[in-house]
């Protein structure tokens, strides 16, 4: 609109501006990212040489010591100190540990070591094995930062491996049927980036936190109010708590079920893939435990064998399915938000093992995927493909298709942040106010439909409630877009040749 009042020239005439404000600029929503949590080997070993007294304990240079063996997973040894002649010094006989807590959390604590005595009535005397104020220790601890065990985002491989150390062994255990593993975590975030994951939050457990199921609760919580960490992959990790059994298991299930739910229902929209370990004892199927779980926010991905190639030994090895849920949601983050798994190939993997593939005949995959289950299959190309992008709520078709979730949970969070970054909470509620919350409101609509999250909105209202002014309140509509999964052509024989009749060709002599 022209200044009027300025002095250059205006001519006379009608002038009309739209005044609505302000204008919101969507910020952009993070969708590409798959949130990994689980056990990793970026712990690190340290040597040192200590002076060790009975009256004062001496402190160890670094904080957060693992000042006793810790079963993990991952498992880690216990310090060991030695004399500078080399003899094993035994704890509880000859020191003994002290660890100081520290302000922040257990990672920042202090740990010191103390000589003890023969004799406790008179600290003068050596210990059992014969070590005395003021001699020389070598000890040998593993520790981990303050930081190592925080949510951290990374884009390159390689800085995953420096952290948490590398996936998979460079030497073939002993037992052929052994694990491969070294560092679950890195494995898990190694496959979600081949499948198309931009970036992977890795959330590693704390072994010193009590058992594995204890482990990934504290993990989940430090994840609760990131709207990041969108796609979840928990590794169910087989170890000291045993999640090779169906009671586990279940619990495993039933944990993250509930902290997507929770998570929901505060505003951070997000969805689980779990796979359960290849040692599962299959006393309760996986057809039974989605079921069990039935929650449009927990995929529960089978099989729970699957073939990938270490080419450190030049073989293939088996890994669980939790990494076969890590390729599902890697493949899930590279996809437009409306398109979900259904026949979306799978990378990482050689294959699977010849007893799963054996098993898997159409009767037994429709009764898996019936129930809930996102079961990957050899197609006739011989690729690794998702079957059916299925949640494990088979309710009806708004809950068990991966992509009107991930599309509602999108564009929660594109109006949720939006209508936060437009400055209009404690705002005077004037005349204008409700048009400037809905063209506000419209504006991030028009975004959801440009960038395809949505279809359509309709029936946008916005009024002030009468029982407390001070609400603005706004509803709409939208209209997702549907999956399609069958396409129905029929066809018949059609006998009718037409015309039969024959002509001769006679040559002429």
Do not use: W
Request: net charge negative; proline share 6%.
């Amino acid at each position: 609109m022209p200044d009027i009042s300025s002095t250059t020239y205006t001519p006379p005439g009608v002038y009309v501006s739209d005044a609505s404000t302000p204008v919101v600029t969507p910020r952009s929503v993070s969708t590409s990212t798959v949130t990994i949590l689980g056990p990793a080997l970026g712990y690190e070993t340290l040597t040192e040489v200590l002076t060790v007294y009975s009256a004062s304990p001496t402190s160890l240079s670094q904080r957060g010591v693992y000042a006793s063996a810790v079963t993990g997973p991952p498992p880690i040894a216990a310090p060991v100190v030695r004399t500078l002649a080399g003899q094993v010094m035994v704890y509880g006989d000859d020191y003994t540990f002290e660890v100081i807590a520290g302000a922040e959390s257990a990672s920042m604590a202090v740990t010191q070591i103390r000589r003890l005595s023969a004799d406790e009535g008179d600290l003068t005397k050596p210990s059992p094995n014969g070590l005395r104020d003021g001699d020389q220790v070598r000890v040998t601890y593993s520790f981990t930062s303050a930081t190592y065990y925080e949510p951290t985002t990374f884009e390159d491989y390689d800085q995953i491996v420096s952290a948490y150390g590398p996936a998979l062994m460079t030497v073939a255990p002993t037992d052929p049927t052994g694990s491969q593993v070294a560092s679950p975590l890195t494995l898990a975030a190694k496959i979600a980036l081949e499948n198309g994951a931009a970036d992977v939050m890795c959330v590693p457990t704390n072994p010193a936190v009590g058992d594995y199921r204890a482990q990934l609760a504290a993990a989940y919580k430090k994840i609760e109010t990131n709207y990041r960490a969108q796609l979840l992959v928990p590794l169910f990790v087989d170890g000291p708590y045993d999640a090779h059994t169906s009671t586990n298991v279940m619990n495993l299930l039933a944990d993250v079920k509930l902290h997507c739910e929770s998570a929901a229902a505060d505003g951070y929209g997000r969805i689980a893939f779990a796979g359960v370990a290849r040692t599962y004892d299959n006393v309760t199927g996986h057809d039974q435990l989605a079921i069990q779980q039935s929650s449009k926010r927990l995929i529960l991905a089978y099989p729970n064998k699957v073939l990938t190639f270490n080419s450190a030994v030049n073989a293939s090895t088996e890994i669980d399915g939790f990494y076969l849920a890590a390729a599902m949601a890697g493949r899930l983050a590279r996809n437009p938000v409306a398109r979900g798994l259904s026949r979306q190939p799978l990378t990482s993997f050689t294959g699977l093992p010849a007893p799963i593939a054996q098993q898997m005949t159409r009767t037994f995959r429709n009764n898996l995927s019936r129930s809930g289950v996102c079961v990957a299959e050899i197609n006739s190309s011989n690729q690794l493909v998702v079957r059916h992008g299925l949640s494990t709520q088979m309710t009806s078709i708004l809950t068990q298709e991966i992509s009107l979730t991930r599309i509602g949970d999108t564009l929660l969070q594109m109006v949720q942040t939006g209508m936060e970054s437009s400055g209009l909470i404690g705002e005077p509620i004037t005349p204008d106010m409700t048009t400037n919350v809905k063209s506000s409101l419209v504006g991030l609509l028009e975004q959801a439909v440009s960038d395809d999250t949505i279809v359509s909105y309709a029936n946008v209202q916005v009024r002030q409630m009468s029982a407390d002014p001070s609400i603005i309140e706004a509803t709409f509509s939208y209209k997702p877009a549907i999956p399609m999964n069958y396409i129905v052509i029929k066809f018949a024989v059609d006998l009718n040749t037409g015309d039969t009749t024959g002509e001769q060709n006679e040559e002429t002599g």
